[in-house]
């Protein structure tokens, strides 16, 4: 710009660039206060306007910006039609505004096509059956919201499709009923006539109607029920649904049972019966389904049956009856009947008892064991739950003169061990004595008798014995009356079931094989115990011990030993024959030496040494652990003792002079059959070395049987060879036979055992 000024002056040089200045300053907002002309810088579609003395650019009415350099058309119809322009309405924008148009079927209320909500202008529904002819010759224009309906008017029928039509988008019209026309047409049967339906007589002509209504028993809510034959010569469908009628489950009923089966459709019927207690004195009690789906409940109800107890009267002395007023008892009833008894002059003077009577009767009767001569109160009543009035009549027994009271009785027992003594006589006050002699044996034991005696003394009339009796026994009563005009006696037995109680007490085993105990009952009598013993080993599976007897004895603390095996367990129950329940106890022995070995013995001199066979010893008094095969001078044999725990090896002798363990085998290493040891083969057996024999000295060879459970050792010892002036190797041993041995005996008459 410099370059173009250069041929000007300095005055118009420096004015453009003032000029300059100031449109940079206007550009930045600020109103020119200056004399510039700040409405010139107005955007388009802006307009400058006097606001508190300064002039500013705002951007036109349906414009947004700064009024400068932006000024963007607003979208009036962002917010929708509905919300803009009104009801039924569409929204156009245009630069700077909006304008609403009505929807078909409407029109603005200002009758222009376009306009603006502002001014109350909205959109009203055109009734377009203003116009004639809309629906075409013979229609009826019906109008609503936005658009109307066509119908045929009386006389014309439609051709084709259904009514209502659009004239315009039906392809159909309504013409004249012309009966030549439409004589053929005939719809037949109308649809859907299943079970559910019903429909009146209908013509199936055209035009005709048929009436459909639901089946009994079905329902359908109101629906248009009339369908029409059309021109097409086909029933418009049904519009009614029929649902069948289902009333659920019968409703309950106050005291009352529901009873046999019932149907929940139309017309079902639920019968009930009433509550044991309670009647329906109108009848009988039923709820009907209805046609409403909902059972209709009787009017009837249960009522409590409250009975009656009349009429009641003494007979026979001692015996009551009374009637029943209810017609309607067809089950038994339970009457509770309390007797008190009074006599003034009598030591027994008040007798009390309550008896139960079940009955069916109508004119129930009972007998009471009543005194003689007393003036007794019976109230009659009905036991819970029913209800009754009760009954309460008062009388008096006669004087007994018919039976004497001579003291004759008979006997009952109860609870076991208790006697009730019924005099024969109903008198009161007679004192007599009675003698008991017990007594008391068991089948089982030679020894056992409880004999006891006492003498009773009583005015009572049911006097009442219990006796102090050992279970499980058998036992005789005789009671005699004593001191009476007539001798009489009663005998009777009484069987003693089990003790329900443990008659064994402080079981504990000693000595391994025996038990001691003591009995809770101190009696001075014999008693039997019976005894389950069963015997296992853990090391011998096929090792089953069972054995049952029995003792008698009369001590109050028993001891017995039992014969058992060494190295088992033993459990042993035992019961005293007097009582139901066993005490168990367990028992352990301890092992004992295993048996002797099974050697063939040999002896040898300055001649090979044979093959010693080692065979199985069997485990019968304990688990075998392990064989042991010594080596000892002969002169230490006989000072030998098989229990020596000291045996050493080979190599831990600073000489030989004492013996050794020449070989070791566990048990479980020993084959069942038997195998074979040769002395002095330069091997470990277990942790000891066969050494070979030192030749020219004389040796005793022993093998020893180890058997150990339960922290306890035992061992047996056989002398399997003896050897004199010994000279052999052990190669040269190979190859010799039995021949050449000097003396072989069978079995070990020298084995010995441990003590
Ligand atoms: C527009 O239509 C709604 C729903 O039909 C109606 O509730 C409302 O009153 C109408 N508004 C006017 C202005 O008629
Ligand atoms: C109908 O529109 C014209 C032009 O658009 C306008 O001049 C006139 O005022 C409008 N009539 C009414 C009743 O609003
Ligand atoms: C009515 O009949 C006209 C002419 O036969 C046919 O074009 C039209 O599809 C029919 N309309 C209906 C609804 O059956
Ligand atoms: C009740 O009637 C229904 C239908 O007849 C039958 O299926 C049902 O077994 C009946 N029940 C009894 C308990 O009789
Ligand atoms: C009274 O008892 C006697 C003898 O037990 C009997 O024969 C008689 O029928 C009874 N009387 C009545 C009314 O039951
Ligand atoms: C029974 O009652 C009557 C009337 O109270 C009385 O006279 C009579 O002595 C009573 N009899 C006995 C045995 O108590
Ligand atoms: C009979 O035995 C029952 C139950 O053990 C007891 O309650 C009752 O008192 C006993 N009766 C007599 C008379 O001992
Ligand atoms: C014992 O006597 C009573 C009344 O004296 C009697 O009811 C019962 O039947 C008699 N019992 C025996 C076993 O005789
Ligand atoms: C019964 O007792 C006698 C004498 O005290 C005695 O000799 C006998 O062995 C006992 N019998 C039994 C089975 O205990
Ligand atoms: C019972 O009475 C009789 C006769 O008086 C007498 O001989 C007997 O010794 C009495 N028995 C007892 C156990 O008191
Ligand atoms: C019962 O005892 C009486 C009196 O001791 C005697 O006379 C009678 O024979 C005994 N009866 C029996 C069955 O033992
Ligand atoms: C165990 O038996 C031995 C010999 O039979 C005997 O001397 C010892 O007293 C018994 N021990 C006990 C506790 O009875």
């Not at 409405?39 to 500013?56: D, L, M």
């Not at 700064?66 to 963007?72: A, L």
């Not at 919300?83 to 929807?103: A, K």
């Given at each position: 710009?410099?370059?173009?000024?250069?041929?000007?002056?300095?005055?118009?040089?420096?004015?453009?660039?003032?000029?300059?200045?100031?449109?940079?300053?206007?550009?930045?907002?600020?109103?020119?206060?200056?004399?510039?002309?700040?409405?010139?810088?107005?955007?388009?579609?802006?307009?400058?306007?006097?606001?508190?003395?300064?002039?500013?650019?705002?951007?036109?009415?349906?414009?947004?910006?700064?009024?400068?350099?932006?000024?963007?058309?607003?979208?009036?119809?962002?917010?929708?039609?509905?919300?803009?322009?009104?009801?039924?309405?569409?929204?156009?924008?245009?630069?700077?505004?909006?304008?609403?148009?009505?929807?078909?079927?409407?029109?603005?209320?200002?009758?222009?096509?376009?306009?603006?909500?502002?001014?109350?202008?909205?959109?009203?529904?055109?009734?377009?059956?203003?116009?004639?002819?809309?629906?075409?010759?013979?229609?009826?224009?019906?109008?609503?919201?936005?658009?109307?309906?066509?119908?045929?008017?009386?006389?014309?029928?439609?051709?084709?499709?259904?009514?209502?039509?659009?004239?315009?988008?039906?392809?159909?019209?309504?013409?004249?009923?012309?009966?030549?026309?439409?004589?053929?047409?005939?719809?037949?049967?109308?649809?859907?006539?299943?079970?559910?339906?019903?429909?009146?007589?209908?013509?199936?002509?055209?035009?005709?109607?048929?009436?459909?209504?639901?089946?009994?028993?079905?329902?359908?809510?109101?629906?248009?029920?009339?369908?029409?034959?059309?021109?097409?010569?086909?029933?418009?469908?049904?519009?009614?649904?029929?649902?069948?009628?289902?009333?659920?489950?019968?409703?309950?009923?106050?005291?009352?049972?529901?009873?046999?089966?019932?149907?929940?459709?139309?017309?079902?019927?639920?019968?009930?019966?009433?509550?044991?207690?309670?009647?329906?004195?109108?009848?009988?009690?039923?709820?009907?389904?209805?046609?409403?789906?909902?059972?209709?409940?009787?009017?009837?109800?249960?009522?409590?049956?409250?009975?009656?107890?009349?009429?009641?009267?003494?007979?026979?002395?001692?015996?009551?009856?009374?009637?029943?007023?209810?017609?309607?008892?067809?089950?038994?009833?339970?009457?509770?009947?309390?007797?008190?008894?009074?006599?003034?002059?009598?030591?027994?003077?008040?007798?009390?008892?309550?008896?139960?009577?079940?009955?069916?009767?109508?004119?129930?009767?009972?007998?009471?064991?009543?005194?003689?001569?007393?003036?007794?109160?019976?109230?009659?009543?009905?036991?819970?739950?029913?209800?009754?009035?009760?009954?309460?009549?008062?009388?008096?027994?006669?004087?007994?003169?018919?039976?004497?009271?001579?003291?004759?009785?008979?006997?009952?027992?109860?609870?076991?061990?208790?006697?009730?003594?019924?005099?024969?006589?109903?008198?009161?006050?007679?004192?007599?004595?009675?003698?008991?002699?017990?007594?008391?044996?068991?089948?089982?034991?030679?020894?056992?008798?409880?004999?006891?005696?006492?003498?009773?003394?009583?005015?009572?009339?049911?006097?009442?014995?219990?006796?102090?009796?050992?279970?499980t026994?058998?036992?005789?009563?005789?009671?005699?009356?004593?001191?009476?005009?007539?001798?009489?006696?009663?005998?009777?037995?009484?069987?003693?079931?089990p003790a329900?109680?443990q008659t064994i007490?402080?079981i504990?085993?000693?000595?391994?094989?025996?038990?001691?105990?003591?009995?809770?009952?101190?009696?001075?009598?014999?008693e039997m115990y019976l005894f389950h013993?069963?015997?296992?080993?853990?090391?011998?599976?096929?090792?089953?011990?069972?054995?049952t007897?029995n003792?008698?004895?009369?001590?109050?603390?028993?001891?017995?030993?039992?014969?058992?095996?060494?190295?088992?367990?033993?459990?042993v129950s035992l019961r005293a024959l007097s009582s139901e329940f066993p005490v168990v106890?367990?028992?352990?022995?301890?092992?004992?030496?295993?048996?002797?070995?099974?050697?063939?013995?040999?002896?040898?001199?300055?001649?090979?040494?044979?093959?010693?066979?080692?065979?199985?010893?069997?485990?019968?008094?304990?688990?075998?652990?392990?064989?042991?095969?010594?080596?000892?001078?002969?002169?230490?044999?006989?000072?030998?003792?098989?229990?020596?725990?000291?045996?050493?090896?080979?190599?831990?002798?600073?000489?030989?002079?004492?013996?050794?363990?020449?070989?070791?085998?566990?048990?479980?290493?020993?084959?069942?059959?038997?195998?074979?040891?040769?002395?002095?083969?330069?091997?470990?057996?277990?942790?000891?070395?066969?050494?070979?024999?030192?030749?020219?000295?004389?040796?005793?060879?022993?093998?020893?049987?180890?058997?150990?459970?339960?922290?306890?050792?035992?061992?047996?010892?056989?002398?399997?060879?003896?050897?004199?002036?010994?000279?052999?190797?052990?190669?040269?041993?190979?190859?010799?036979?039995?021949?050449?041995?000097?003396?072989?005996?069978?079995?070990?008459?020298?084995?010995?055992?441990?003590?």
């Amino acid at each position: 710009m410099g370059r173009r000024a250069r041929g000007a002056g300095p005055t118009s040089r420096l004015l453009p660039l003032l000029l300059l200045l100031r449109l940079a300053r206007g550009a930045a907002g600020e109103p020119g206060t200056d004399g510039l002309d700040v409405c010139a810088t107005c955007h388009e579609h802006a307009t400058c306007q006097q606001r508190e003395g300064k002039r500013i650019c705002i951007c036109n009415y349906g414009f947004v910006g700064n009024g400068r350099t932006q000024c963007v058309d607003k979208n009036e119809c962002q917010f929708g039609a509905t919300v803009v322009c009104g009801n039924h309405t569409s929204c156009h924008n245009t630069p700077g505004g909006f304008y609403c148009i009505c929807l078909e079927g409407y029109r603005a209320t200002n009758n222009n096509k376009t306009f603006i909500p502002n001014d109350g202008t909205f959109c009203t529904d055109i009734d377009e059956c203003e116009v004639s002819g809309l629906c075409r010759h013979g229609g009826r224009c019906v109008n609503t919201p936005g658009s109307f309906e066509c119908y045929c008017m009386d006389g014309y029928l439609l051709r084709n499709g259904s009514e209502p039509f659009h004239p315009t988008i039906d392809a159909t019209s309504c013409t004249e009923f012309d009966i030549n026309l439409f004589s053929e047409i005939d719809c037949g049967t109308p649809p859907e006539i299943t079970d559910r339906y019903i429909i009146e007589n209908y013509v199936s002509r055209l035009g005709s109607q048929v009436c459909y209504a639901c089946r009994e028993g079905f329902f359908s809510v109101p629906e248009d029920t009339v369908s029409s034959c059309t021109a097409q010569g086909a029933w418009e469908s049904p519009k009614l649904h029929c649902h069948e009628i289902n009333c659920g489950n019968p409703p309950e009923m106050r005291h009352a049972i529901l009873v046999e089966n019932h149907s929940s459709r139309l017309g079902g019927v639920a019968h009930y019966i009433c509550q044991e207690g309670f009647e329906s004195p109108g009848g009988k009690i039923t709820s009907v389904c209805t046609e409403k789906g909902t059972w209709r409940e009787s009017t009837l109800t249960c009522t409590e049956i409250l009975t009656k107890i009349n009429d009641v009267s003494v007979f026979n002395d001692t015996c009551v009856r009374w009637q029943m007023n209810s017609e309607r008892i067809n089950s038994k009833i339970v009457y509770v009947i309390s007797v008190k008894g009074q006599r003034l002059d009598a030591i027994e003077s008040v007798h009390e008892e309550t008896v139960k009577l079940t009955t069916d009767s109508r004119t129930p009767e009972v007998c009471l064991a009543l005194y003689p001569g007393t003036n007794y109160t019976v109230h009659i009543s009905i036991a819970p739950p029913r209800r009754s009035v009760p009954a309460v009549i008062g009388f008096q027994t006669a004087e007994d003169d018919i039976l004497e009271d001579d003291g004759m009785f008979n006997i009952s027992i109860f609870n076991e061990t208790c006697l009730k003594l019924n005099r024969h006589s109903r008198k009161i006050g007679s004192e007599y004595m009675y003698q008991f002699t017990v007594l008391g044996q068991r089948w089982y034991l030679d020894n056992f008798s409880h004999a006891t005696s006492f003498n009773f003394t009583t005015r009572e009339r049911v006097p009442v014995v219990c006796l102090n009796l050992y279970p499980t026994t058998d036992y005789t009563v005789n009671v005699s009356l004593l001191r009476s005009p007539k001798p009489h006696s009663v005998q009777i037995t009484i069987a003693t079931p089990p003790a329900v109680k443990q008659t064994i007490s402080n079981i504990s085993g000693f000595n391994e094989t025996c038990l001691r105990w003591n009995i809770i009952k101190k009696v001075d009598m014999e008693e039997m115990y019976l005894f389950h013993i069963w015997g296992q080993r853990w090391y011998q599976k096929e090792f089953v011990r069972e054995m049952t007897f029995n003792i008698s004895t009369s001590s109050q603390d028993p001891e017995v030993c039992l014969e058992l095996h060494p190295g088992t367990n033993y459990n042993v129950s035992l019961r005293a024959l007097s009582s139901e329940f066993p005490v168990v106890i367990s028992l352990t022995t301890q092992i004992t030496e295993p048996p002797l070995p099974e050697v063939e013995f040999f002896m040898v001199h300055r001649g090979p040494l044979p093959r010693l066979r080692l065979r199985k010893a069997k485990e019968k008094n304990g688990p075998i652990s392990s064989y042991q095969v010594l080596v000892l001078p002969l002169a230490l044999q006989s000072a030998f003792s098989c229990d020596s725990e000291g045996a050493s090896s080979f190599f831990s002798n600073t000489s030989d002079a004492d013996g050794y363990v020449a070989a070791e085998l566990l048990a479980k290493d020993v084959p069942d059959d038997a195998m074979e040891i040769p002395i002095g083969d330069r091997l470990y057996y277990g942790h000891y070395y066969n050494a070979p024999l030192k030749t020219g000295k004389d040796y005793c060879i022993i093998l020893r049987i180890t058997s150990e459970w339960n922290k306890v050792r035992r061992h047996s010892c056989a002398v399997w060879a003896q050897v004199k002036d010994s000279s052999l190797t052990l190669l040269q041993m190979v190859g010799v036979g039995l021949g050449s041995v000097a003396v072989v005996i069978i079995l070990a008459f020298l084995s010995f055992s441990a003590v």
